[in-house]
């Protein structure tokens, strides 16, 4: 049985940082495209950030360029998200999601999903 569990998520002023992290039982992150995708309220959920199983590669939407880094520990089976200068827009419930294909910021496109972490960010 697949499990994704998020943890990380909380309060922060605007500017800060925090760690997200998604950690995996069931499935090997090494052969899977991990993603993050996000959900405000009254919001579609949106691709935040992904990282293929073929060569690392990663893909991030436009507004958090420069800001999230996606990486993975294969050793602990965990997928991060860091998110640097966080502003009140990245206020949302993220959720990690994995998918044995190439990177998608479809959300119908990943087969696997946790419950998700709040993340609050206040001005």
């Known amino acids: 049985q697949v499990q994704l569990v998020e943890s990380g998520g909380g309060l922060v002023q605007a500017g800060g940082s925090l760690r997200l992290s998604c950690a995996a039982s069931?499935?090997?992150?090494?052969?899977?495209?991990v993603a993050w995708f996000r959900q405000a309220p009254g919001k579609e959920r949106e691709f935040v950030a992904a990282r293929s199983w073929f060569g690392g590669i990663a893909n991030y939407a436009d507004s958090v360029k420069g800001r999230f880094t996606i990486s993975r520990d294969n050793a602990k089976n965990i997928e991060y998200l860091q998110m640097m200068r966080l502003k009140p827009e990245d206020t949302a419930v993220y959720y990690c999601?994995?998918?044995?294909?190439?990177?998608?910021?479809?959300?119908?496109?990943?087969?696997?999903w946790g419950q998700g972490t709040q993340v609050t960010v206040s001005s």
């Open positions: 999601a994995a998918s044995s294909e190439k990177i998608h910021v479809t959300s119908t496109n990943y087969n696997y």
């Open positions: 069931g499935l090997t992150f090494s052969s899977y495209t």
